[in-house]
């Protein structure tokens, strides 16, 4: 569902009816049932999930998302191995319901290069899962044009702004399940730290995810910051929308494009 929000294509593909406003009003709800998942075998599973990523990002990006396993993760998240579906995309989400929001900040500029570096391949090997909309289909480039070394800025833009899309959805989950003062953060936190069991963040996900009347809310908010997203002119303004220059400029580079670029280096090398 994330991955058609990001690109902008049909939501009626697999369920034959609903449309973007309907399904963000779900969203919010696919991810309280997949907390509730999460928190069996006594919490065990955040904890292997949130293993899982630091996996993950210490690994060679070249490997972990190279072009064969990233056709392996596609159809292999049917219902394949978990090994196979390690792709950036899967790990953001598995960041989202196992690590607290400052863990989300340390990773998110590697997830962003990794991230980058994903939407390269797959554009460059024509297996793309993450194609921008046909509305814009015209600004696509295709995989035999060339290198990202002789690619133009808006070539470049088109190519990863469906992950910058993505990367952002998750940052807005991020922030509104994790961000923000609990109001019975020191009664639950009483009752459930001292057994050791939750930590504050995982106290107030839960507490966000049991009220409805935010949840509903968030749907709307999602909806808005994705159409201020999707019309970005340019990559720096996305990178704004989605609140990441800080990302950009902390790691040394002057503009987003290179940023990009090296992203797209650093996974091939």
């Not at 993950?56 to 190279?66: E, M, N, Q």
């Amino acid at each position: 569902m994330l991955a058609r929000f990001a690109t902008g294509a049909s939501f009626s593909t697999d369920c034959k009816g609903g449309g973007r406003e309907s399904n963000s009003r779900f969203l919010p709800f696919m991810v309280q049932m997949a907390s509730y998942l999460a928190d069996g075998s006594a919490n065990q599973q955040r904890h292997v999930m949130a293993k899982a990523v630091t996996t993950y990002l210490s690994g060679s990006a070249s490997t972990l998302d190279s072009p064969i396993r990233v056709s392996a993760s596609v159809s292999g998240s049917r219902g394949g191995s978990g090994s196979s579906e390690e792709t950036v995309q899967f790990m953001m989400v598995y960041s989202l319901l196992s690590e607290s929001y400052e863990s989300w900040l340390q990773h998110r500029p590697v997830f962003l290069q990794r991230g980058i570096y994903h939407a390269y391949m797959q554009h460059k090997h024509g297996r793309s899962t993450l194609k921008l909309s046909s509305d814009s289909s015209s600004l696509a480039v295709r995989s035999d044009e060339g290198s990202s070394s002789d690619t133009s800025d808006e070539k470049l833009f088109a190519i990863v702004q469906p992950m910058l899309v993505y990367t952002g959805l998750i940052e807005q989950l991020q922030q509104f399940f994790k961000k923000g003062k609990s109001s019975s953060m020191s009664k639950m936190g009483e009752e459930d730290e001292s057994a050791g069991s939750l930590e504050k963040w995982e106290i107030q996900m839960k507490e966000k995810l049991d009220n409805m009347k935010e949840m509903v809310g968030l749907s709307k908010n999602l909806l808005s910051w994705l159409e201020d997203m999707t019309s970005s002119d340019d990559m720096q303004e996305a990178f704004d929308v989605m609140g990441a220059l800080t990302d950009v400029f902390s790691s040394g580079y002057a503009t987003c494009e290179d940023f990009v670029r090296a992203a797209m280096h650093a996974g091939r090398s």
